[in-house]
């Protein structure tokens, strides 16, 4: 395994404990100095916007034609949905972060679009109710959150499919 992806799969471990993605502690998982670290990835957003996509390239095996049964499997994967929402508070904490989180929604949307059958407002509906059945699946972690967000995603997918 190469550097690289060394640090991006230490991040990902790091975010599935329930640790913070802070660029020492990413480091010393990988086993690499600092210094190598920010040489891949210059700042904490650069490294977690790595690490999303990084998580994302596998998403499409994941979702190739399995519907919602696929997107709600994906929705269970905490750290996605930490990683998701670490970058959502970056950029409250800081506006100079906002273009670029703009720019990553449409490259998600891009990539996950073809593979939903979706584009424009069906699209956006959908991946807004993802993310919110990810974020109370992650807050309750139990068996009723993890139906609810597959019912959730089933009733969004049927509701933009019927238009």
Same mark, same amino acid.
């Given at each position: 395994?190469?550097?690289?992806? #060394?640090?991006?799969?230490?991040?990902?471990?790091? @975010? +599935? &404990?329930?640790? *913070?993605?802070?660029?020492?502690?990413?480091? =010393? $998982?990988?086993?690499?100095?600092?210094?190598?670290?920010?040489?891949?990835?210059?700042?904490?957003?650069?490294?977690?916007?790595?690490?999303?996509?990084?998580?994302?390239?596998?998403?499409?095996?994941?979702?190739?034609?399995?519907?919602?049964?696929?997107?709600?499997?994906?929705?269970?994967?905490?750290? #996605?949905?930490?990683?998701?929402?670490?970058?959502? @508070? +970056? &950029?409250?904490? *800081?506006?100079?972060?906002?273009?670029?989180? =703009? $720019?990553?929604?449409?490259?998600?949307?891009?990539?996950?679009?073809?593979?939903?059958?979706?584009?424009?407002?069906?699209?956006?509906?959908?991946?807004?109710?993802?993310?919110?059945?990810?974020?109370?699946?992650?807050?309750?972690?139990?068996?009723?959150?993890?139906?609810?967000?597959?019912?959730?995603?089933?009733?969004?997918?049927?509701?933009?499919?019927?238009?």
């Amino acid at each position: 395994m190469d550097v690289r992806t #060394r640090i991006l799969e230490a991040a990902l471990e790091l @975010l +599935a &404990a329930g640790g *913070d993605l802070t660029q020492p502690r990413v480091a =010393r $998982a990988a086993g690499v100095r600092q210094s190598h670290l920010t040489y891949y990835f210059p700042t904490v957003t650069d490294l977690m916007q790595a690490v999303v996509r990084h998580s994302f390239a596998s998403l499409g095996g994941e979702l190739g034609g399995k519907g919602a049964g696929g997107i709600a499997g994906a929705v269970r994967d905490k750290r #996605r949905v930490r990683l998701m929402l670490s970058l959502v @508070l +970056a &950029a409250d904490r *800081d506006d100079s972060l906002k273009p670029r989180m =703009r $720019a990553f929604i449409r490259e998600i949307r891009g990539r996950i679009g073809p593979l939903v059958g979706l584009e424009g407002d069906d699209l956006a509906f959908l991946h807004t109710v993802v993310v919110g059945a990810a974020v109370l699946q992650l807050a309750r972690d139990d068996a009723e959150a993890r139906r609810e967000s597959r019912a959730s995603i089933e009733k969004a997918m049927k509701c933009v499919a019927r238009r």
